[in-house]
């Protein structure tokens, strides 16, 4: 039975967007790989825990060869995992580009590379990036070029791939982000947080994994960006 059931495997994923997705893909009877830079042991024995950087080569080949085989194939890749450091671009130290650049492109590089060669084995497979509204609608209160140079570079890879798997089975999309209501928000923050989004607050966790969820289920829609930003890209 455990070689029909779908695996996903999910970046960043001991905590906030990361665990919630776990668990959605848990509850629609997904087994999972989930990896983080220090990830607890899971007593679910459908869930494979890898932990490590995934800036490093080696821990994204562990978290597909440790899936690959224990559940014996690869369905989907969320890449989650993500840094955000708000800062005037003058004041980024090299230690900030570094860790950025790290996880948001190299880790995806890694990560995705790996997970497409065992799709492309099978015919199928679907990848969804995390990435920003930043990258479409600048915001002068939160200054994130760094933001904007990985995770506009991961919205285009993500059209590029769409187009060069299409006919092999694999669909590549993202889902870009306004401000999510997580534990790293401050109460004291989040009225001026709200304030910036059309709707007039912050999404929830919920909006992040409802979305990921529908593109996994929408088998015609590919090289698409989906924003999840209470209408902060559709303008002011």
Do not use: C, W
């Not at 790989?33 to 007593?43: G, L, W």
Request: without cysteine.
């Amino acid at each position: 039975m455990g070689i029909e059931q779908k695996v996903a495997v999910i970046t960043g994923a001991s905590q906030g967007i990361g665990a919630s997705l776990v668990k959605a893909y848990r509850d629609r009877n997904y087994r999972v790989v989930a990896t983080a830079r220090s990830m607890k042991p899971s007593s679910d024995e459908d869930v494979q825990v890898v932990s490590g950087d995934i800036a490093e080569r080696e821990t994204a080949e562990r978290a597909i060869s440790e899936g690959m085989a224990r559940f014996g194939r690869i369905d989907t890749l969320v890449n989650n995992a993500g840094i955000f450091i708000a800062k005037p671009f003058t004041q980024y130290t090299v230690a900030d580009y570094e860790a950025i650049v790290g996880v948001n492109v190299t880790g995806f590089f890694h990560m995705t590379q790996l997970a497409i060669a065992e799709m492309e084995k099978q015919g199928s497979g679907h990848l969804v990036q995390i990435t920003t509204s930043l990258v479409d609608h600048a915001d002068s209160a939160s200054p994130s070029a760094l933001a904007s140079l990985t995770k506009g570079s991961l919205n285009a890879a993500t059209k590029s791939l769409a187009i060069e798997y299409a006919k092999r089975g694999i669909r590549v999309n993202a889902v870009a982000l306004g401000v999510i209501k997580t534990p790293m928000h401050p109460v004291e923050t989040r009225a001026a947080l709200d304030a910036r989004h059309p709707i007039g607050h912050m999404g929830e966790i919920a909006d992040v994994v409802d979305a990921i969820l529908y593109l996994e289920a929408a088998g015609f829609v590919t090289g698409e960006i989906l924003h999840v930003d209470g209408g902060q890209s559709a303008g002011r």
